[in-house]
Structure formats: C-alpha cells, structure tokens
Nanobody, 116 residues
Framework: VQLQASGGGLVQPGGSLRLSCAVS????????MGWYRQAPGKQRELVAA???????HYADSVKGRFTISRDNAKNTVYLQMNSLKPEDTAVYYC???????????WGQGTQVTVSS
C-alpha cells in the first residue's frame, strides 16, 4: 500500500487549499482514512478522519473550516481547508487504517504554510 499526498503550499490567512491523498491497492474502500498534521516542535495531531461508511470526525480547532471527504472510485481522500489561519501551518499527513493491515500506513506529508 502506498499513499501519495499532494496539494500543500503557501496561502494567505483566510485562504483555502485542498489536499489530496491517493492510495494504491484495493483496500481503500474498507479503510478509515485520516489527516494528521505536525507543526515544528509539536506532536503530530489528528485533524480529521472518515470511516469506510462516511462518518467523519474533526479536531475542535478545525470544525466548521475543514471538510474531509473520500472518493472510493478514485481511491482518494480529500481535505478541503477554508478560512486558513497561521496556526494551521504544519506538515499534513494522510493515514490509512485497514482491518486487513497489522499497522497503519502513512503518506509522505505535504507542507501547508499560512502566512501573509
């Protein structure tokens, strides 16, 4: 299984970005997908997750601003980020949790920088 994250970049406060994470293999549709982020000097934290059934969970800090979604036909999970703040600056990682895998799988990370 390979996860390829993309879509990061530099954006001004109040702007938007959409992250994508494409997953190889055939287990995407039965897996829970998550987006995590890690800022310099801080621990990696959960941003949002979506189950195989489409149920979603968000960190309090991003509720109402970020939306996670998935397209099982494209084996891709998305994170739409609106009203971005400087404190959203971090490396964002996608994660796959599957009932047929012993350990979770991680993507390589994509940098998001929110700055004027």
């Amino acid at each position: 299984v390979q996860l390829q994250a993309s879509g990061g970049g530099l954006v001004q406060p109040g702007g938007s970005l959409r992250l994508s994470c494409a997953v190889s293999g055939s287990i995407f549709s039965i897996s829970t997908m998550g987006w995590y982020r890690q800022a310099p000097g801080k621990q990696r934290e959960l941003v949002a997750a979506i189950t195989r059934g489409g149920s979603t969970h968000y960190a309090d800090s991003v509720k109402g601003r970020f939306t996670i979604s998935r397209d099982n036909a494209k084996n891709t999970v998305y994170l739409q980020m609106n009203s971005l703040k400087p404190e959203d600056t971090a490396v964002y990682y996608c994660k796959l949790d599957s009932p047929v895998r012993t350990l979770p799988d991680w993507g390589q990370g994509t940098q998001v920088t929110v700055s004027s």
